[in-house]
């Protein structure tokens, strides 16, 4: 009778193999440095055609330079997602970016309903404290509706390349790593700091708002499963800060704003150079939004992984 040799163990993964990949895939960490060393080649390009195709200085709060700028941003940046999700063999809504049957969908408008709701409140409250009044129309006719249209089309490229830029896949594979919400807070800070250190004029107060407010988006992602909501929220606050309320931005007024305004007082209760972004009456703002939201959205639905946490 012959006895059968026993299975041969199989052999421990090498070394090399756990460094870089785990149970499923290739390490989070490695896929972001790929995705960065992606991003920062292709947006070099973009920028050296656009230097080349639309030369010269132009205002910070010009509608136009700002759609360009952020489109420049946007496109390198969704290619590096696209080349990303064929290696990791995702769809890009597994990464929060909403299908285009659903990116201005409920979702979104229910989004630019809390932002224009947020940034409303925000310039009552200054209002109430003394700091902002309203001395007439800056622009009329032929020229409000167009500084209206580009302001719009301007503040919806904002939101989908800050959106898009700073959550959906890096957050997505950041949290596959560290977990859902130690990523969204280093993010969210990550990108309140670097508002704080390339941003003329800036504060604590801006600071604290931007990482908090990136927060809330990162929550909103969390609970309705696409960036539709954030990108939404984005359009319409800074619509409202900069163009219908006519707050200042990084010491600028916004070329073609709707409103000639006074904003007196001092500057905690105005965000002084900085607008209504740097008042610290925004904190209530951001607690009323966490609240609100969070009651009205309870279930978790990204990523899935970790829906469940």
Not at 216 to 235: E, M, V, W
Not at 249 to 261: I, K, R, S
Request: proline residues 5%.
């Amino acid at each position: 009778m012959t006895v059968p040799s026993p299975t041969a163990p199989p052999s421990p993964p090498s070394v090399l193999r756990r460094i870089f990949w785990n149970s499923r895939e290739i390490r989070s960490g490695w896929r972001l440095l790929i995705f960065v060393a992606l991003s920062f080649v292709l947006i070099l390009a973009a920028n050296f055609v656009a230097r080349s195709l639309h030369p010269g200085d132009h205002p910070f709060l010009d509608p136009i330079e700002l759609f360009v700028s952020d489109l420049r941003g946007l496109v390198p940046v969704l290619l590096a997602i696209f080349i990303m999700a064929r290696i990791e063999r995702r769809r890009l809504t597994e990464y929060g970016i909403p299908a285009l049957r659903k990116a201005f969908g409920g979702q979104f408008w229910m989004g630019n309903l809390y932002g224009f709701a947020a940034v409303s409140m925000l310039v009552g409250l200054i209002a109430l404290g003394g700091g902002y009044k309203i001395l007439g129309l800056a622009i009329s006719g032929k020229i409000l509706l167009k500084y209206f249209a580009v302001w719009l089309i301007a503040s919806a490229m904002i939101g989908f390349a800050e959106e898009i830029i700073f959550r959906s896949y890096v957050l997505t594979t950041l949290a596959d790593g560290i977990g859902f919400w130690a990523a969204s807070f280093l993010l969210s800070f990550g990108f309140g700091a670097l508002h704080y250190f390339t941003k003329p004029h800036e504060r604590w107060e801006d600071f604290a708002c931007t990482g908090l407010l990136g927060l809330f988006l990162c929550l909103t992602l969390r609970r309705t499963g696409s960036l539709a909501f954030a990108i939404g929220f984005h359009l319409a606050f800074d619509f409202g800060a900069i163009f219908f309320y006519s707050g200042m931005n990084a010491g600028e007024f916004a070329v073609g704003h709707l409103l000639n305004t006074s904003w007196n007082g001092p500057q905690w209760i105005t965000g002084g150079l900085l607008g209504p972004e740097a008042s610290r009456l925004v904190f209530i703002v951001i607690a009323v939004l966490f609240v609100v939201f969070d009651r009205s959205y309870r279930k978790a639905r990204f990523p899935k992984s970790q829906a469940a946490n």
